[in-house]
């Protein structure tokens, strides 16, 4: 996984980390590639900004505020709330979500929701869910 | 391979092989599968339907959802019905010549964010894509005696099917002396028979990895390599 660090590991930093351990840390910077019916297109991270095109949706280098959601049952969910909309964009909220599987294979899926209620309720039936590969 | 396949994408679906969690739909894919083959097969025999294969259907799940860990293998293992999509709409908006029983669409309309519901309709638009359509004026089977109407001033074949709740294909079969352009003249007697327009599947196109790479998929490359790949890993 291709990690980026918003800040270097001082004893300093990491005491602020442990305060704050979500924002700002761990984005997974790359992109994902999705396909099929409704995935087909790619999701780019940059340490600014978030694009995901897909069948049915664009969105293009939008900001976003970052919170890594941390681990559940070898699931590592980093949590992306767009900062504006964006007309063509149909998603909010988007998480990543990293699977490792006990062999230590990762697989990964982007998941889009339509606004950050619907995240924060993980209302799936609203959302789309996109396997990718990284 | 030579497939143009992401190998992350290949080991993904290679665990099919070892996870038997991968079988877990298929219960509920043979099951849609043989509604739609017994129910289709019986009444559109003669249109040239040709029996789905389990096995597509099931590979169209693996390619689209990505497996049993992802969250769309619990909610739309089909990918139809997701936010934006047209093909839902397509599906319960427009006639499907029988594809679709009245039941099912009320069940569809409701949301396919189930792996049953999601799998019928996915199922149903792949069949629906496949169908070739005619329109055809039918006859209303409640109206067997039908009626005699009088022509008005102003009046045209299509003022008298809408006013009579009929078509002018009906009106022209049941009065051939209007037929080939001939103008209808006030006072005329004409015979009419409730009727509507339907559309009626007249042939299938053969459902194949290709065909549904083409009609099914939105702009994914690598479709059919994918179904193939599955297929080609899955068991007979």
Redesign the interface.
Known sequence: MKLFRTSIVLPLAAAAIAITPAIGSDIPIGTY?G???????RLSITAKTLSWHT???RCDRLPYDFANLGDNKGVITYLFHLKHSQPGC??RSVEL?R?T?SDG?T?W?A??Y?TREDQEAKR????????V?? | MGNGL?Q??M??VD?SQTDKRWNDLDTNIKSVVDEFNTRLGARLRTSGFKKLDFRLIKAMVW?????P????W???P???G??????LHELLSNETGGILTPELKKELQK?V?TPDSNIKAGVAFLLMRAATFVWESVPDPSDVKGSVVEVKGGDNLDTIAKAHSTTIEMLKTLNPEIGNGKLIKAGQRLKSRRAQIHRKITGWVEITTEFAARR?????P??KQ?LDYCLSIMPP
């Open positions: 590639e396909g099929g019916r409704a995935c087909t297109g069948s049915f949706s149909l998603y979500h699977r599987a294979a697989t899926e998941v889009g339509l799936l039936d609203q959302a789309l869910a996109c396997p590969v990284h | 992401s992350q994408w080991d993904t665990r390619t689209e959802s990505g497996g860990d992802s969250s769309a619990k909610t739309r089909m990918q139809i997701n936010p934006g999509d047209p093909g949301g964010a099914y998929n939105v702009g994914d690598k479709y994918k």
